[in-house]
């Protein structure tokens, strides 16, 4: 069972740095800001400096730290590793190493409260902001999880120096900016300081909204969830309840309208040989996991019918065909692992095989559809019964 952390009654040790800093830029955010934006106002070039410097801070999280450091989801050239070495540093999120150390226990434990680091099972307040600010036994770090990382010279570097990089980054930057366009104190509060604060509360939604609000279609047993309204400011990350169930893909929007820009931007790369090894997951284990979702949700809106007998025994049907399409889904794998070599008839079974796996999928996409036919059925069906 999970610990309960009463707020009234368990004394904890508060992290003062992160602490100041969440409430110092946070303040000054909310009055240094729009009074000096009153007083002299602001240049097109600052509001620039803002969207540029706030944009690859927000994009070095999502496909450095996170995608491909924290998940494995693709590999990069050392160029473009130092590059979001350097911009993570910038959005003062805590080291790379921290970062996915924190990250990947977050996904093992996902909603245990004694071991997810930010566990929304624990609240808005706690899994949006609360959880870095005072010293919780779930947010303990024994870098158990991270040996990969550990062994990543430019992981090692950021780790080990970075407090001086993450502020050269800011204050440095941003200070050379002011001294061009003359007008240091404004680049810094703009550029600088509402630029953070943004930075941090966005990609904090994702710990917070994206595991309260939203739509799970992929897995129903945590938390995480599809969110759109968190999506639309982080770069793809609010597709996270697919994130969950597939987390070294390093896709989270998976169909091509989805609104995911780190995707694009790692599969671009990929085509200048930037990016290579870009992990996806199988479409049949998609279309499963979305399949054994909708099972379980009709499985439990039919029960309470007046006709559950005759609804349930289509499921049954339904699921009897889930079954035998598995089956037969591991089967073409299991003979596809075991095509070798570059003769005419290996070639020939091996695409074959792969026909038949294409099949197979597209069996479970008409299955799913014909379970959502079926739910608006006993929708309609149980509007006309009431």
């Given at each position: ?6 707020a009234?009654?368990?004394k ?10 969440f ?9 240094a800001?729009?009074i ?8 097109w ?52 190493l921290?970062?996915?150390?924190g ?18 099972m ?5 899994s ?12 303990d770090l024994?870098y ?11 992981v090692?570097?950021?780790?080990n ?6 502020i ?5 930057i ?7 366009t003359g ?19 966005t ?5 917070s ?11 129903d047993d ?10 639309l ?13 597939f ?45 054994s979702?909708?099972f ?15 609804w349930?025994?289509?499921?049954k049907?339904?699921?009897?065909q ?11 794998q299991?003979q ?9 008839a ?10 038949k ?11 799913s559809?014909?379970l ?15």
């Open positions: 069972m999970s610990t309960v952390y009463p009234n009654t368990t904890l040790k508060r992290f003062w740095p992160s602490t100041l800093l409430a110092t830029t946070g303040i000054l955010a909310l009055t800001v729009p000096y934006g009153v007083m002299y106002g602001y240049h070039y600052q509001w620039l400096a803002f969207a540029i410097f706030g944009g690859l801070c927000a994009f070095s999280i999502s496909a450095g730290t996170h995608r491909m450091w924290s998940h494995r989801s693709y590999d990069a050239h050392w160029s473009l590793r130092l590059f979001f070495a350097l911009f993570s540093a910038a959005a003062i999120q805590d080291s790379i921290n970062w996915s150390a990250h990947r226990n977050h996904h093992r434990y996902t909603d245990d409260n004694d071991r997810d680091p930010y566990s929304a624990r609240g808005f307040w706690f949006h902001i609360d959880w870095m600010m005072q010293k919780y036994p779930s947010n024994d158990k999880n991270v040996p990969d990382l550990k062994q990543d010279k430019i090692m570097w950021q780790h120096y970075y407090t001086a990089i993450a050269s980054m800011n204050l440095g941003l200070l050379v900016l002011g001294l061009l007008d240091v104190i404004g680049m810094l509060l703009l550029a600088g300081v509402l630029r953070l604060v943004v930075n941090h509360h990609t904090f939604m994702v710990n909204l994206a595991h309260m609000w939203g739509q799970r279609p992929y897995k945590i938390s995480a969830r599809d969110n759109s309204f968190v999506n400011f982080l770069c793809g990350e609010g597709y996270h309840n697919y994130h969950h169930a987390q070294t893909d390093y896709r989270n929007g998976i169909h091509w309208y989805h609104y995911d820009p780190t995707k694009w931007v790692i599969k671009l790369l990929s085509w200048l040989r930037i990016t290579y090894n870009l992990k996806i997951a199988s479409p049949i284990q998609i279309q499963k996991a979305k399949l979702v909708q379980r949700q009709a499985e439990r809106k039919l029960a309470i019918s007046e006709h559950k007998e005759e349930l025994q289509l499921l049907n339904e699921s009897t889930f079954s035998k399409s598995m089956d037969h889904w591991k089967k073409l299991l596809s692992a075991q095509c070798h070599g570059e003769q005419l290996e070639k020939w079974k091996l695409v074959t095989i792969q026909s796996i294409k099949e197979v999928e597209y069996s479970l996409k008409m299955q559809k014909r959502r036919t079926l739910m608006k059925q006993f929708r309609i069906e149980s509007a006309a019964t009431t």
